[in-house]
């Protein structure tokens, strides 16, 4: 209260009023009605008291449902090593797979975040959900490996139904104050199911069963049981659960909560769902999140140069110990990357909240540090492997996982959906993803191609291309913020 007393032209939000610590906190007397005409009497059950039962809901499910995209999509990752084993596909073929996956992958974030926009984030992730578990198990299952290809295209556009679906969540139920915070924590989802996918597919695949198929089957399994969870608690805006709208009067928290139902008659339902009307979709919905504020187009640029870098570690981390380090067997090569997912659990969360507390709500500077702090990391790398030390590789592999999580969190999520606002989050978060998604490509095709320790020093190019575009924009900050 006392910013918007210091500031009369800022907009006011709903989170002016919530708790200043945490994602949510507990309403206690601070947050409390104050009185007037439209004030809940004492002891009734408030919309704000609902709001934040449905924040914690929602930011659990999106968290659990994009960590469980990770497995599906990884389970070529930790298969690689033994295809390369068994010699049925070479290095080169798996890259060519890589960037027929990534290309699928970057059509469908162009899309799928405008549909998510009129169909519903439950449609489309559920959906892609459902294709992304078929797709892998049909990779564990089927004889003939040239079969690959299509199938890992229709992992790419499942698996690209998440990320811009999921942010729309977030930007639906946390307005712009909390939202550094609250995508902090989410963007931690994709470095937790990188962290554990390749480890847990690996170990099941080579210790258990004796077989890299094995990984796709695990990554399958785990995405039914997410689908499950996801079809029977997502909700996809406040105003589905009775609720006003995030960005609505915020005097209206301290309202009564009337919980109304779908179902003629009034019967309420164990999950109230209130149906919102959307308008029809059309083809010039895919750029209007870019129309709307040029920085969504900046930041997409800026993702296509960052990518690459963090998508060569995916897809290609025991691999590239193996070339480091020649001789180690597949579990080694397998764990040693785990750093890489360790770091990029905390950056998001590190990033995130110095962007709201430190930058005050600004999400360029931390962008460009964490961009020059990954410029440096890459370009270590060669002097680095030649000490030929595994805690040595470990450590630089956990600094580059830091500081690519940290500016990948920071642009395509929290400014993504700050720059797109509520209202084209999806759209926005699906446009800039769609950039970076193509320039990923190159993060699954060049280590295929290049190996050895060129690729590091390309991807640290362009990793300080990025950081030089985002310079001039220092102190932009979103129109709501």
């Known amino acids: 209260m006392a910013r918007m007393m ?64 990770y497995f599906p999509r990884n389970a070529i990752s930790a298969a690689k090593v033994g295809i390369l084993d068994d010699g049925v596909i070479s290095r080169a073929g798996l ?9 699928a992958y970057a059509v469908g974030q162009f899309v799928w975040g405008a549909l998510a926009e009129r169909f519903g984030q439950r449609v489309v992730v559920a959906g892609g959900m459902l294709f992304a578990a078929i797709a892998a198990l049909f990779m564990g299952l089927i004889p003939a490996l040239w079969m690959f290809l299509p199938l890992m295209i229709v992992q790419g556009l499942a698996q690209s139904t998440g990320w811009s679906s999921l942010s729309k969540n977030i930007a639906s139920f946390f307005t712009v104050g909390k939202r550094g915070r609250a995508m902090g924590f989410f963007s931690t989802s994709y470095a937790f199911g990188g962290l554990v996918a390749v480890p847990c597919m690996g170990w099941i695949a080579y210790s258990v069963f004796g077989s890299w198929r094995w990984a796709f089957f695990v990554g399958a399994a785990v995405m039914i049981v997410a689908l499950v969870l996801f079809l029977i608690f997502q909700r996809n805006n406040p105003q589905e659960v009775g609720l006003p709208g995030i960005d609505e009067d915020p005097a209206r928290l301290n309202e009564t909560y009337r919980q109304r139902s779908h179902r003629p008659g009034g019967t309420r339902a164990p999950v109230p769902v209130v149906k919102v009307p959307n308008e029809r979709f059309r083809f010039s919905d895919l750029l209007a999140a870019a129309r709307h504020d040029t920085m969504v187009l900046r930041l997409g640029i800026v993702y296509f140069l960052l990518k690459p870098a963090r998508y060569a570690i995916l897809l290609w981390g025991p691999v590239m ?8 067997d597949k579990i080694t090569a397998i764990m040693v990357p ?16 110095l962007s709201d507390t430190l930058f005050k709500a600004r999400r360029v500077p931390p962008s460009v540090i964490s ?4 410029v440096v990391a890459l370009a270590v790398w060669q002097p680095a492997t030649s000490l030929n030390s595994i805690p040595v590789i470990a450590i630089l592999l956990g600094l580059v996982g830091l500081t690519a999580y940290a ?19 999806a759209g926005a978060t699906g446009f800039i993803n769609g950039c970076g998604s193509i320039g990923a490509i190159l993060g699954g095709l060049l280590p295929g191609l290049i190996p050895g320790t060129a690729v590091f020093y390309i991807f640290a190019g362009t990793a300080l291309i990025a950081a030089l575009i985002l310079v001039p924009s220092w102190n932009q900050r979103p129109a709501s913020a």
């Not at 890259?95 to 290309?103: C, I, V, W």
């Not at 110990?321 to 180690?328: I, S």
């Open 371 to 374: 961009l020059l702090c990954l």
């Open 407 to 425: 500016a990948d969190a920071m642009i395509s999520g929290i400014a993504a959906v700050d720059f797109g606002t509520s209202k084209y989050a």
């Open 321 to 328: 110990v193996v070339d480091a380090m020649p001789g180690v």
């Open 6 to 69: 210091n500031d009369p032209d800022r907009p006011v939000t709903l989170t002016d009023d919530l708790p200043p610590d945490g994602l949510t906190t507990a309403p206690d007397e601070r947050s409390q009605p104050a009185g007037g005409e439209n004030s809940a009497p004492p002891g009734a059950v408030t919309n704000r008291h609902v709001l934040i039962k449905w924040q914690m809901r929602i930011f659990a499910l999106s968290w659990l449902a994009y960590a469980a995209f």
């Open 338 to 353: 785990v750093t890489f997912g360790v770091a990029g659990v905390l950056a998001p969360v590190l990033i995130g909240w």
């Open 95 to 103: 890259g060519y797979l890589d960037s027929a996956y990534l290309a």
